[in-house]
């Protein structure tokens, strides 16, 4: 079946260290977005990409990189500048206009 | 820019009885509508789309709503609730520019009492 998975679905982070959230998708989607959850914030865009080796930041995407070599994936990097990373990330993508976003199951991340 | 209101954080319902989430949203032109739900700790699962033709649309698990231009509102309505519709709620908004970007509203939790 068809698909996005992001893993880990839990991780952790210490002080002053970089994690990558890994995000695949096997739809054969041109879009990938990634999304910060907070509660009661709803979702907020982190970056996205429209091709590959192409990607724009979002309204949240100080403390956050991202890249993508290949169309299937678009992996983010939490980095030590992002000083309150604790929240749940999701990965979408999509293809044409009123397509909707197909989402993954999340990733948790915590603060150690 | 876009923005998207849902009105009530936590609404409450009686099993058996009707659910209506509200979405309202700001644009210069119609956008492209959709309602999702998710569960616990798991990513966001389509209910149902908007984008041009008929104004009732009919998702999964008997939700429907209805695109009303003059009131730039795209409510959510069950007639009847389950107990398995318990969840978080989110309406958004997509402004059919190329990169498909949506705009999410803050949610709504949707509690539902035997």
């Known amino acids: 079946d068809g698909g996005i998975t992001q893993s880990p679905k839990y991780l952790f982070r210490k002080e002053g260290q970089n994690v990558t959230l890994s995000c695949e998708q096997n739809?054969?989607?041109?879009?990938m977005y990634w999304y910060r959850q907070d509660p009661g914030q709803g979702l907020r865009l982190i970056y996205y990409?429209?091709?590959?080796?192409?990607?724009q930041k979002g309204d949240i995407a100080e403390g956050y990189s991202v890249s993508r070599e290949k169309k299937e994936s678009f992996p983010l990097t939490v980095t030590s500048a992002q000083k309150n990373p604790t929240a749940f990330y999701l990965c979408?993508?999509?293809?044409?206009?009123?397509?909707?976003?197909?989402f993954g199951d999340g990733t948790r991340l915590s603060i150690l | 820019a876009q923005s998207v209101t849902q009105l009530g954080s936590h609404v409450s319902v009686s099993e058996g009885a009707l659910v209506l989430l509200r979405c309202n949203y700001s644009?210069?032109?119609?956008?492209?509508l959709f309602w999702y739900v998710q569960y616990p700790n798991q990513g966001l699962q389509l209910l149902l789309k908007?984008?041009?033709?008929?104004?009732l649309v009919k998702g999964i698990n008997g939700f429907e709503a209805e695109f009303k231009k003059s009131e730039t509102s795209f409510h959510l309505t069950k007639p009847s609730a389950h107990m398995s519709d318990a969840a978080e709620y989110f309406c958004?908004?997509?402004?059919?520019?190329?990169?498909?970007?949506?705009?999410f509203g803050t949610g709504t939790s949707l509690t539902v009492i035997p």
């Open positions: 908007y984008t041009t033709g008929a104004t």
């Open positions: 644009s210069s032109v119609p956008p492209y």
């Open positions: 979408a993508s999509s293809t044409y206009p009123g397509d909707p976003q197909h």
């Open positions: 958004a908004v997509s402004d059919r520019g190329a990169g498909n970007q949506f705009y």
């Open positions: 990409s429209q091709i590959v080796n192409d990607f």
């Open positions: 739809l054969n989607h041109d879009a």
